[in-house]
């Protein structure tokens, strides 16, 4: 069962990678190129609307080398029962601790989803109020913050990641010619649609292809599952 949730997360989470040298234990820290450190959800009877920020690079590039970050906030909305999005288009009015920001939502290409990032990271404390706006429908609600409830945080996620991940990390970068850069992410347990479950899920892909990954419960933080 564990499996089978892990590699369906993995498809959620899409292309990611990390950069080291091959002979140093490897500080994930040091080497993500984006960071999402919360998630903030506001859930009605059809739609639901989250907002995640963090840091990534400014410049997103798989080249195995980390290079100037920046802050981001993603505003992402979906169906509730997963289903494709009508083609229509999506307009935001999103309020972050009293100041408005406003713009139109871009349907993904590899998910049901239409998302935009606003470009503001926000703490877990954030006040946060979103309306989305397409024919006939305004999906109007509070962005509740999900991680403020998490018992493990980003960084200590990060701490569990190296020490069940630092074998492999560095087998995969002892040649000095295989690069690598990670990415960190909060993902949902879709499993049971009754359960407000989250993960951390840290993964790295190196030039050559090798992959490695982790799932962290952000409750307790035990390892999940591992991919290596």
Known sequence: MKKKLFLSLMLLVGVFSFSACGNNK??????????????????????????????????????????????????SFSRNDNAPLANDTYTYVITIDGQEYTGFLEKSPIDNT?????????????????????TGYTFTG?????????????????????????????????????????????????????TKRYYW???AVSTNGDTVGILIDTTNGEVVATKA
């Not at 239409?114 to 979103?130: L, W, Y």
């Not at 295989?178 to 049971?192: F, R």
């Open 26 to 75: 490897i500080d994930l820290n040091n080497y993500l190129i984006e960071e999402r450190e919360n998630l903030f959800v506001a859930e009605g009877p059809l739609y639901t609307a989250t907002y995640s920020s963090g840091q990534r690079e400014k410049d997103y590039a798989l080249d195995g080398v980390r290079n100037e970050m920046t802050d981001f906030g993603i505003i």
């Open 114 to 134: 239409c998302s935009v990032d606003v470009g503001v990271k926000v703490s877990n404390d954030a006040e946060m109020n979103i309306k989305i706006s397409f």
């Open 142 to 194: 509070d962005l509740i913050s999900a991680s403020k409830d998490f018992s493990v945080d980003s960084k200590a996620a990060l701490k569990i990641a190296n020490k069940e991940l630092g074998e492999e990390l560095k087998n995969i970068t002892a040649d000095k010619n295989n690069s690598l850069e990670a990415v960190m992410k909060i993902v949902k347990d879709y499993s049971n649609s009754e």
């Open 201 to 203: 899920y840290i993964g």
